[in-house]
């Protein structure tokens, strides 16, 4: 079965610096990944996807994320962090079947809290 | 812009009770999805449906049951409202048999069971 693990609950940065959130899956073959935002008592907006190709992908608001095959991981990073990415941050994998990309297989999320 | 309408927003219902959470899609998506939120936690997937009048069950389907009426209606039912019910649920729509698309969710309904 595929899972996703999310190792840090909690990360704080400083406004400004770079941050990294960590992302290991476990999925038999090629996987579709994704990391999602989630702002208070909102829903899910998506960041970026991973679909084989290219490993490092770009995203919204100056983030990206790095496929490594070899290490089952998904790194999101950002440069310079904005006290707006205050937020709760899923990684999630999916079947890469037609037409079930929406069956997603979330981590535990991890929630960012932005420091001036 | 694709969207996904979930009612109410909130709700409080009594243990025992009947819950009926619905969720409309103006997306023409034929795939649409419900999961459960609980705090500090990810999304688990409840229910989904592929097409109208048909619905199949996801990783968590014990003590709920989902209803597809229409393409873009989708309503996740609880017959008798558990404490352990107690979540936020997002519904969400795709597209069908392609792989590079979107999931969009709603933007969530807190139930609280008392």
């Known amino acids: 079965a595929q899972s996703v693990t999310q190792p840090d609950a909690r990360v704080t940065v400083s406004e400004g610096a770079s941050l990294q959130l960590r992302c290991k899956y476990s999925?038999?073959?090629?996987?579709?990944l994704f990391w999602y935002v989630q702002y208070p008592r909102q829903g899910l907006q998506l960041l970026l996807k991973y679909y084989p190709g290219d490993p490092v992908v770009q995203g919204v608001n100056g983030f990206e994320a790095e496929f490594s095959k070899s290490n089952s991981s998904f790194h999101l990073r950002k440069a310079s962090v904005h006290w707006s990415d205050w937020a709760v941050y899923f990684c999630a994998v999916s079947s890469n079947t037609g037409g079930l990309s929406g069956k997603l297989t979330f981590g535990e999320g991890t929630q960012v809290t932005v420091i001036s | 812009e694709a969207a996904v309408t979930q009612s109410p927003r909130s709700k409080v219902a009594v243990t025992g009770g009947k819950v009926t959470l619905s969720c409309h899609q103006t997306n023409n998506h034929d795939y649409m999805y419900w999961y459960r939120q609980d705090t500090g936690h990810g999304l688990r997937l409840i229910h989904y449906?592929?097409?109208?009048?048909?619905?199949e069950k996801g990783d968590i389907p014990d003590g709920y049951k989902a209803s597809r009426p229409s393409q873009e209606n989708f309503s996740l039912i609880l017959e008798l409202a558990s404490l352990s019910q107690t979540a936020v649920y997002f519904c969400?729509?795709?597209?069908?048999?392609?792989?590079?698309?979107?999931?969009?969710f709603g933007k969530g309904t807190r139930l609280t069971v008392v």
């Open positions: 449906s592929y097409v109208a009048d048909s619905t």
């Open positions: 969400a729509s795709t597209r069908q048999g392609a792989e590079n698309t979107e999931v969009f």
């Open positions: 999925y038999f073959g090629t996987p579709y």
